[in-house]
């Protein structure tokens, strides 16, 4: 299977600060099946970006997706209040889907 | 907008089985088109896919969990449902259903609020 690995576990920052999320696959990730998700507590996860980098409906665009192969970033150029949370990458290109660990997104 | 919303008991003894029901409004599984997955949440925070149906009644579930896992649809009640023997204290978790992006898109784009499952004696 495919193992994903994120980091930071956690990323201490600002409101309006610009955040830089990695995820990193131990094999290639086919056609860019990669998504990203946000968590807040309490919550199920929520779809914000799927193909490596299409914006899920109504997610706003300082959200963005980048990244091919084993290779992906999540960056959100400001952040707003609402944007801490934990983030999850997940690949769907081969079976089983998986997850990656999560990075944690904290006020500093 | 489709709705998704797990039940099934909070506490399972170990050795057990533990069965969960996923409901679905505002959209029927019948349609076809989408998958419909299992995905759970350990305490330490993992996401783990469990395993997926189709309105046919087609399954794939993930290696780690096969054997122990069974889903199953009942388009009548526009349901689907999670089997999972044998339940040990590994087993506890938040269990979430889901719906994917549709067109082999594997993503999830529906989730359920998610139902605490404990297992302990």
């Known amino acids: 299977e495919i193992v994903l690995t994120q980091s930071p576990g956690t990323l201490s920052l600002s409101p309006g600060e610009r955040a830089t999320l990695s995820c990193r696959a131990s094999?290639?990730?086919?056609?860019?099946?990669l998504a990203w998700y946000q968590q807040k507590p309490g919550q199920a996860p929520s779809l914000l970006i799927y193909?490596?980098?299409s914006r899920a409906t109504d997610i706003p665009d300082r959200f963005s997706g980048s990244g091919f192969g084993t290779d992906f970033t999540l960056t959100i150029s400001r952040l707003e209040p609402e944007d801490f949370a934990v983030y999850y990458c997940?690949?769907?290109?081969?079976?089983?889907?998986?997850f990656g660990g999560g990075t944690q997104v904290e006020i500093k | 907008q489709v709705q998704l919303q797990e039940s099934g008991p909070g506490l399972v003894k170990p050795s057990q089985t533990v069965s969960l029901t996923c409901t679905v409004s505002?959209?029927?599984?019948?349609?076809?088109?989408?998958?419909w997955s299992w995905i759970r949440q350990h305490p330490g925070k993992a996401l783990e896919w469990i395993g997926y149906?189709?309105?046919?009644?087609?399954?794939y579930y993930n290696p780690s969990l096969e054997g122990r896992v069974t889903i199953s649809v009942d388009t009548s009640k526009n349901q689907f449902s999670l089997k999972l023997t044998s339940v040990t204290a590994a087993d506890t978790a938040v269990y979430y259903c889901?719906?994917?992006?549709?067109?082999?898109?594997?993503?999830?784009?529906?989730w359920g609020q998610g139902t605490l499952v404990s297992v302990s004696s």
């Open positions: 889901a719906r994917d992006g549709g067109g082999g898109a594997e993503y999830f784009q529906q």
């Open positions: 505002g959209g029927s599984i019948n349609s076809g088109g989408y998958y």
């Open positions: 149906i189709y309105y046919t009644a087609s399954t």
């Open positions: 094999q290639s990730v086919s056609s860019s099946h």
């Open positions: 193909g490596a980098s």
């Open positions: 997940q690949q769907y290109g081969t079976s089983p889907l998986t």
